[in-house]
């Protein structure tokens, strides 16, 4: 079957430490995306790629970093710059067409205690 | 910039209600519009989309009109199920762009 998996489900994280969130998709996209919901804000735009070995920050990227090395893999690293990092956070893909689809993963839950 | 504004929630209805979500947008050129549905804990699915101005998206008793000339992309259920409970997202792509700009977000409540 075809989509986009997120690993883990949940992560819990101390204050001061990085965490890597994965993100990997079988569908042959170019385009993939990070996007951080938080209560009653809708999604926001973390960083998102168009090719392998290139990508662009979104609206909110400080504290955050990502890397594309392969076509099928995004995974978003979590600095402790970050000064708020508690959230739901979804990993997509789309073809980058200009009517495309956004395909989402289930989703990682990541709590600072 | 590209905007998406949508009727803040929570909506409560009864079983077999008529269901209406409003979803205006502010964009330049011609986006396309979608909806996105979020069930409990998971990601987003597509629920239906339209790409040029009068076209109807529709998928499992939804429906959606995208109206140019009042910006708009409502959607519609003739009869909402307890299994619609849910929050659903107004979206638009514009133009050769690679970014989606999504609403808020209003949160759907079907009581039986």
């Known amino acids: 079957d075809g989509g986009i998996t997120q690993s883990p489900k949940y992560l819990f994280r101390k204050e001061g430490q990085n965490v890597t969130l994965s993100c990997e998709q079988n569908?042959?996209?170019?385009?993939m995306y990070w996007y951080r919901q938080d209560p009653g804000q809708g999604l926001r735009l973390i960083y998102y790629?168009?090719?392998?070995?290139?990508?662009q920050k979104g609206d909110i990227a400080e504290g955050y970093s990502v890397s594309r090395e392969k076509k099928e893999s995004f995974p978003l690293t979590v600095t402790s710059a970050q000064k708020n990092p508690t959230a739901f956070y979804l990993c997509?893909?789309?073809?980058?067409?200009?009517?495309?689809?956004?395909?989402f993963g289930p989703g990682t839950r990541l709590t600072v205690l | 910039g590209d905007s998406v504004t949508q009727m803040e929630g929570p909506v409560t209805l009864s079983e077999e209600a008529f269901l209406t979500i409003n979803c205006t947008y502010t964009a330049t050129g011609y986006p396309s519009l979608f909806w996105y549905v979020q069930y409990p804990g998971e990601g987003l699915q597509l629920l239906l989309k339209?790409?040029?101005?009068?076209d109807k998206g529709s998928n499992k008793g939804f429906e959606a009109t995208y109206r140019k000339e009042t910006t708009s992309f409502h959607l519609e259920k003739g009869s909402v199920q307890v299994s619609d409970s849910a929050v659903y997202f107004c979206a638009l792509l514009n133009t050769g762009g690679f970014k989606t700009i999504f609403g808020a977000g209003t949160r759907l409540f079907v009581k039986a």
């Open positions: 569908l042959n996209h170019d385009a």
């Open positions: 997509a893909s789309s073809s980058a067409g200009p009517t495309d689809t956004q395909y």
């Open positions: 339209a790409t040029k101005a009068d």
């Open positions: 790629s168009q090719i392998v070995n290139d990508f």
